[in-house]
């Protein structure tokens, strides 16, 4: 169906006089609360509804969608000043990104939809082969989710889509936790093939979509030095690092995670792959079992700490980077002479200058040397939205540390 907001003609929203709307003439997506006139009717929108947006001399912008309940008051959509939001539209935002998706991957395992960065502001996208994952993180994505599911099947043949709507994004626009089974059905855990390595995700009951497919391109850079070694996969989710560890060829891989059902996961890809003699679990705290490796004297030729954001926001950002300080600090001396620090950081608050002095900090400290090989990013199916840094937020770092 279409959306009622587009039945009738748009409401207005304009900018401050002192708003800057050159970012926004030039790509950038937001409107923050103070940058708009909240007047009464403005304040009195139904959150998620769809807008023209105008400069303070009520010269248009685009067409925005609303949220009077979020910082973000204002996502641009279209600045096209005529365009109809509704299924057809969403369908052709769809095509455009899945025509990139099945250029850089032979296989349909992949983020389909990057929210901003697709053109589809707060909508996050995974496909697993015949089933898709949507994450509506937007209040406008919320009312229109039937739409959105209905334009994901007819261009790309998915049978069956998961609604996951949980997460701190959706708390910040004033959306509930919700998550649901909007078309197919589903039996369990499904395998995913990716870089030699199979991955079990749970589309219903797992961690954001069921699996992190932004690490793809750093899981593999890592395995290059997994042959013959002993891994150590730390916050290892459903097996990451260390199912493409075990695929590369290493003697042995530790996943730990606090999650007990992450853990299960990871061993079903190891048994999935025949690797599962080679592969081990922990469940616990991070720290805590850093330190009791630590203590315990063993080390690995391969060691990987993965955490979620510890600085996701800039308010968190200096406990934060103390986190990936203690981190590195703790990690650096389990690696055996000569070995591999992998270390990652997904908090768009802390930069990549501030998240890699944070970890050369905590290597020092923790008494060894190295060499910074590589940085990676996110990969290809992430795209970043040049004017916003937020759609940049992965950093992985690969150290060799000295005998």
Same mark, same amino acid.
């Given at each position: 169906?279409?959306?009622?907001?587009?039945?009738?003609?748009?409401?207005?929203?304009?900018?401050?006089?002192?708003?800057?709307?050159?970012?926004?003439?030039?790509?950038? +997506?937001? &409107?923050?609360?103070?940058?708009? &006139?909240?007047?009464?009717? #403005?304040?009195?929108?139904?959150?998620?509804?769809?807008?023209? =947006?105008?400069?303070?001399?009520?010269?248009?912008?685009?067409?925005? #969608?609303?949220?009077? $309940?979020?910082?973000?008051? /204002?996502?641009? =959509?279209?600045?096209?000043?005529?365009?109809?939001?509704?299924?057809?539209?969403?369908?052709?935002?769809?095509?455009?990104?899945?025509?990139?998706?099945?250029?850089?991957?032979? $296989? +349909?395992?992949?983020?389909?939809?990057?929210?901003?960065?697709?053109?589809?502001?707060?909508? !996050?996208?995974?496909?697993?082969?015949?089933? /898709? !994952?949507?994450?509506?993180?937007?209040?406008?994505?919320?009312?229109?989710?039937?739409?959105?599911?209905?334009?994901?099947?007819?261009?790309? %043949?998915?049978?069956?889509?998961? *609604?996951?709507?949980?997460?701190?994004?959706?708390?910040?626009?004033?959306?509930?936790?919700?998550?649901?089974?909007?078309?197919?059905?589903?039996?369990?855990?499904?395998?995913?093939?990716?870089?030699?390595?199979?991955?079990?995700?749970?589309?219903?009951?797992?961690? *954001?979509?069921?699996?992190?497919?932004?690490?793809?391109?750093?899981?593999?850079?890592?395995?290059?030095?997994? *042959?013959?070694?002993?891994?150590?996969?730390?916050?290892?989710? &459903? %097996?990451?690092?260390?199912?493409?560890?075990?695929?590369?060829?290493?003697?042995?891989?530790?996943?730990?995670?606090?999650?007990?059902?992450?853990?299960?996961?990871?061993?079903? %890809?190891?048994?999935?792959?025949?690797?599962?003699?080679?592969?081990? !679990?922990?469940? @616990?705290?991070?720290?805590?079992?850093?330190?009791?490796? @630590?203590?315990?004297?063993?080390?690995?030729?391969?060691?990987?700490?993965?955490?979620?954001?510890?600085?996701?926001?800039?308010?968190?950002?200096?406990?934060?980077?103390?986190?990936?300080?203690?981190?590195?600090?703790?990690?650096?001396?389990?690696?055996? +002479?000569?070995?591999?620090? !992998?270390?990652?950081?997904?908090?768009?608050?802390?930069?990549?200058? *501030?998240?890699?002095?944070?970890?050369?900090?905590?290597?020092?400290?923790?008494?060894?040397?190295?060499?910074?090989?590589?940085?990676?990013?996110?990969?290809?199916?992430?795209?970043?939205?040049?004017?916003?840094?937020?759609?940049?937020?992965?950093?992985?770092?690969?150290?060799?540390?000295?005998?």
């Amino acid at each position: 169906m279409t959306d009622p907001a587009q039945q009738t003609p748009l409401p207005t929203v304009r900018l401050k006089p002192k708003a800057e709307a050159r970012a926004l003439r030039h790509g950038f +997506p937001w &409107v923050y609360a103070d940058e708009i &006139v909240s007047d009464r009717r #403005t304040m009195a929108l139904t959150p998620g509804v769809f807008a023209r =947006l105008e400069d303070s001399d009520r010269q248009p912008l685009g067409i925005v #969608t609303v949220n009077p $309940a979020s910082r973000i008051v /204002a996502r641009m =959509l279209d600045r096209d000043i005529e365009a109809t939001i509704d299924r057809a539209w969403l369908a052709t935002r769809i095509a455009r990104a899945l025509e990139l998706r099945e250029r850089l991957f032979d $296989a +349909p395992y992949y983020r389909l939809v990057h929210a901003e960065a697709d053109g589809l502001p707060g909508v !996050v996208i995974d496909r697993f082969g015949d089933a /898709a !994952v949507i994450q509506p993180n937007a209040a406008w994505a919320e009312r229109m989710i039937d739409d959105l599911a209905a334009a994901l099947i007819e261009v790309t %043949g998915v049978s069956t889509i998961v *609604k996951n709507g949980s997460g701190r994004a959706r708390s910040l626009e004033g959306l509930g936790d919700e998550t649901s089974l909007l078309a197919g059905t589903l039996d369990g855990p499904l395998p995913v093939p990716m870089n030699g390595a199979i991955y079990m995700a749970d589309l219903m009951g797992g961690q *954001k979509t069921g699996l992190f497919y932004d690490q793809r391109p750093n899981h593999a850079f890592a395995a290059r030095f997994a *042959k013959d070694a002993r891994v150590l996969d730390m916050f290892s989710h &459903v %097996g990451g690092f260390g199912l493409a560890a075990l695929a590369a060829g290493a003697t042995s891989a530790l996943c730990v995670d606090g999650s007990a059902a992450a853990l299960e996961l990871a061993g079903q %890809g190891a048994a999935a792959m025949g690797a599962q003699d080679r592969f081990a !679990v922990r469940k @616990g705290d991070a720290f805590a079992v850093l330190e009791e490796l @630590g203590r315990d004297g063993q080390q690995f030729e391969l060691v990987v700490c993965d955490p979620p954001a510890f600085a996701p926001s800039r308010q968190a950002l200096d406990a934060g980077l103390r986190a990936y300080e203690r981190i590195a600090r703790l990690a650096a001396p389990l690696v055996a +002479p000569g070995g591999y620090l !992998v270390l990652c950081s997904c908090s768009h608050a802390a930069d990549l200058t *501030k998240f890699r002095n944070a970890s050369a900090r905590g290597i020092g400290r923790g008494g060894r040397r190295g060499q910074l090989l590589h940085t990676g990013y996110a990969g290809p199916d992430h795209p970043m939205l040049p004017q916003l840094a937020e759609s940049g937020y992965l950093k992985t770092l690969v150290f060799r540390l000295a005998p």
